[in-house]
């Protein structure tokens, strides 16, 4: 493993060239102890969706890549996983690719006396690297570099929000 980076951001380095390979999406990746394992987890995505065939698929595929090139010191469980409905808004590719869709954001400090938001992602500013969210309370612009955590927020119930699942 290459010193002084993250293994997420390693593993990322050789998981996307093959999940492109294979007409998928690298959504995230997550590298983390639960209970006494370390998980090594794959989120991919692909036009009409994952199933188990594509999780296989590409399972098969980077367990080569990881054997060879053995990024990872000690033993850990591998994953591969959809991102699910509510999947996270991680690229500049993701905030243009859901405009209009009803997000939830966490912020790392307060924007306008508030570290959480949900509304309807209305903006992506790619040179000011900004977001635009539409809220009961208004339009609120937010610095990606503020951004902890945004994902897809899906109103299952059909309470208002964005043009996600209802």
Same mark, same amino acid.
């Given at each position: 493993?290459?010193?002084?980076?993250?293994?997420?951001?390693?593993?990322?380095?050789?998981?996307?060239?093959?999940?492109?390979?294979?007409?998928?999406?690298?959504?995230?990746?997550?590298?983390?102890?639960?209970?006494?394992?370390?998980?090594?987890?794959?989120?991919?995505?692909?036009?009409?969706?994952?199933?188990?065939?594509?999780?296989?698929?590409?399972?098969?595929?980077?367990?080569?890549?990881?054997?060879?090139?053995?990024?990872?010191?000690?033993?850990?469980?591998?994953?591969?996983?959809?991102?699910?409905?509510? +999947?996270?808004?991680?690229?500049?590719?993701?905030?243009?690719?859901?405009?209009?869709?009803?997000?939830?954001?966490?912020?790392? +400090?307060?924007?306008?006396?508030?570290?959480?938001?949900?509304?309807?992602?209305?903006?992506?500013?790619?040179?000011?690297?900004?977001?635009?969210?539409?809220?009961?309370?208004?339009?609120?612009?937010?610095?990606?570099?503020?951004?902890?955590?945004?994902?897809?927020?899906?109103?299952?119930?059909?309470?208002?929000?964005?043009?996600?699942?209802?």
């Amino acid at each position: 493993m290459v010193a002084k980076e993250r293994i997420e951001d390693v593993v990322e380095g050789l998981a996307t060239p093959i999940a492109e390979q294979l007409g998928y999406e690298l959504v995230d990746v997550e590298y983390k102890k639960e209970g006494a394992n370390w998980v090594l987890r794959f989120f991919i995505d692909c036009p009409g969706g994952v199933g188990i065939d594509q999780c296989q698929t590409f399972s098969e595929a980077i367990e080569k890549v990881l054997d060879a090139e053995d990024p990872i010191p000690g033993s850990y469980l591998l994953e591969v996983s959809s991102p699910g409905a509510e +999947r996270p808004l991680k690229k500049a590719s993701d905030y243009q690719r859901f405009l209009g869709e009803n997000v939830a954001v966490k912020l790392h +400090r307060t924007v306008e006396g508030q570290k959480k938001y949900s509304g309807e992602l209305a903006g992506y500013d790619e040179e000011a690297k900004t977001i635009q969210l539409k809220t009961n309370s208004g339009l609120v612009t937010i610095a990606l570099k503020d951004i902890a955590k945004a994902n897809l927020n899906i109103d299952f119930f059909g309470t208002g929000g964005g043009k996600g699942l209802k």
